[in-house]
């Protein structure tokens, strides 16, 4: 249900349920802000949500069902100042707004971390769910710096093993301070039977699928490169991208240059992606950075095999038996990691039964949404 902004933003005319101020990068459909829809939806009414998009991209706001109180708040014009009146504008933003709880997540708003860093700032929850490209092999300096003070007290949600030890030994951060909370699948939307999406892909061979935001740390390219390697050396295949982006007119020009015209589809973004995965024969995730994708949980309860590039907790989700799948960040690495699933049907069916029994032995998304809802209500806070 949407929140009249200003009320929403003023104290003194709110009654009720808790306000939330959630201040996201961007709120294009991914998986932080994904996760979140999901969240507001599980517990409809139980908070009220006022949502600040950096970039003014609301797309994801479309995810949240009408029994969400949800407020979409225009990002303050911050651009021209320096940044410490950008932080002192921040703080008195969060001094007129009085949010309950405010959440923060990842590197891009950290300002609004730092600001509630000051004294008599409001209860703070701070996700950080991976890297972009210029973090992908190594934390920059003064990020680890900004990030020890600012979240210094507060509480600091990890989806990943990698991101908790990170967190503890680098940044510096109070262990009680940390929580650890996997990322969750919801079992029941992504599963092997339903409806398959028509990708529209004739001819021959496996369907290789993947599901991502076209961005750079995703590294399609990467993907694109191992499969014209599969093409030079016989292997017969069809490749899906779903998602949107801006490196996809990059992508496909290359997969021009590649020769894999006919081969690949570039369908786009899919507001429910269940049934592309259906479609797929393996799934493929080729990113040079990642901690807990939920694509890969998606495509385990779909009852898909998985080759994937070892980053982040990927190896500790997949199914023993996926393993040898999983590849080095190296072309060739991927393109041999993948051939063995072209080749043998058995064993796509035996690896897709296995990640689809780890997925729902230890992915059901109840657990995520409880252990947040205790957060946000101040338990173990």
Known sequence: MPLDTTAALSRGARSGPPMVLHVFP??????????????????????????????????????????????????????GLAMARRIWRIRALLREWQPDVLVTGNWGSMEWAVANALPAGVRHLHTEDGFGPEEAEAQLRRRVLARRWALRNSTVILPSTRLLRLAREEWRLPGDALRYIPNGVDIARFRPDGPAAALGLPGEGPLIGTVAALRPEKALDRLLRACAILRQTGSAFRLAV???????????????????????????????????????????????????????????ASGLPVTATDVGDVRAMLAPENLPHVSALDDVAFAAALRPLLEGRDRRRTLGQANHAKALRDFDQEAMFQAYAALIDGGGA
């Not at 990059?250 to 021009?256: P, Q, S, T």
């Open 26 to 79: 961007s709120f294009a459909v991914g998986g932080a802000q994904v996760r979140f829809a999901a969240l507001a939806n599980r517990f409809q009414a139980r908070w009220r949500h006022a949502v600040l998009a950096l970039d003014s991209d609301e797309a994801c706001a479309e995810r949240i069902g009408p029994g969400v109180p949800l407020a979409m708040i225009p990002p303050p014009e911050l651009g």
């Open 242 to 300: 779903v998602g949107e982006g801006p490196e996809r007119g990059a992508l496909e020009r290359l997969a021009v240059e590649l020769g894999l015209q006919g081969r690949v589809h570039f369908a786009g973004a899919m507001p429910d992606p269940a049934s592309a995965y259906r479609a797929f024969d393996i799934f493929a995730l080729s990113s040079s950075t990642e901690q807990m994708p939920f694509a890969v949980l998606e495509a385990m």
